[in-house]
């Protein structure tokens, strides 16, 4: 099947104010795209679009909280009444929580979900009439290797990925009748400001992981995906090989994973 390209692509992104949303946003430009970013942060967003030099007339910024109904229906009406339509939705926006389920509120567990869950998919379902009609139409969602082998003391995190994971597996197949790809990419440890904005964790807990990538990097393999028509990426040789020796010897991982990540 043909690459897609980006030439004059209208996209939403949400998560661009910082890390790989960041990245993916400046090479969406780059490739020719117009592209409406999103994010809580109004100047991060501003920056962005003046990292282009003028504010780039590529870039709609719309500030504002992806959990909110209000916010995702403003960011459709903006693509349609601004750029005449929808091709692609990136779901990139995401938080996380460190700590262990038994001692956190349910409010951690709902906050993780609002973001990472129902924001990306309450955004695409009001996105969908328009996919319908886009060109070279797809879903993309950031998701996690957390989202195919969970780790103690980021229950919410997880559980909240392996959601998104569910849910893009059975939008594939629903949507593959009309022509709109999903495409889900699951990236490891990420040098960005995710741990920074972390939900109704204590400062004090810090997450265990070996090595990170850079966003760039990682905001490369999204594009890079989403261009070559990719299903289901799990990226980084650790993220792999956690996921696989979890299928292979789930106890075995459980173990390892009680010595080295509590
Ligand atoms: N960093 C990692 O280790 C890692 C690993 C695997 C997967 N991921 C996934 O990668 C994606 C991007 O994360 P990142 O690493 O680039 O972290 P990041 O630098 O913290 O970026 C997260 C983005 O999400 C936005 N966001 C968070 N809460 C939001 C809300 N309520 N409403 C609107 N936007 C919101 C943030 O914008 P504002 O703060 O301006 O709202 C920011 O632009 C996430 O889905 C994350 O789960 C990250």
Wanted: proline share 4%; glycine share 8%; aromatic share 6%.
């Amino acid at each position: 099947m043909a690459k897609r390209s980006f030439a004059n692509k209208r996209v939403i992104l949400t998560g661009a104010s910082s890390g790989i949303g960041w990245y993916i946003a400046s090479m969406l430009v780059r490739a020719g795209a117009y592209v409406v970013i999103t994010g809580r942060r109004a100047e991060r967003l501003e920056d962005l679009r003046r990292s282009f030099g003028n504010p780039s007339k590529r870039l709609i910024a719309v500030p504002g909280d992806i959990s909110d109904p209000q916010h995702r229906r403003k960011l459709i009406d903006t693509a349609v009444q601004q750029l005449g339509g929808i091709d692609i939705v990136i779901n990139n926006a995401g938080v996380g929580a460190i700590g262990n389920f038994e001692s956190a509120s349910e409010e951690r567990l709902r906050g993780v979900f609002e973001v990472d869950f129902f924001g990306a998919t309450e955004l695409t379902r009001l996105a969908l009439p328009y996919l319908t009609k886009g060109d070279e139409p797809a879903v993309c969602v950031v998701s996690s290797v957390l989202g195919h082998r969970a780790v103690p003391a980021k229950s919410e995190y997880c559980a909240a990925k392996f959601a998104l994971r569910g849910w893009s597996e059975s939008l594939r197949v629903e949507l593959k009748p009309k022509g709109i790809d999903v495409v889900s990419i699951s990236p490891s440890t990420t040098d960005s400001e995710f741990f920074d904005s972390l939900v109704e964790t204590d400062p004090a807990q810090k997450s265990r992981s070996i090595g990170k990538q850079p966003a760039e990097r990682v905001a490369k393999s999204v594009v890079s995906a989403l261009r070559r028509r990719k299903r289901d990426m799990v990226l980084s040789a650790g993220g792999k090989a956690l996921v696989w020796l979890g299928r292979l010897a789930p106890n075995f991982t459980d173990r390892m994973l009680m010595q080295y990540a509590t």
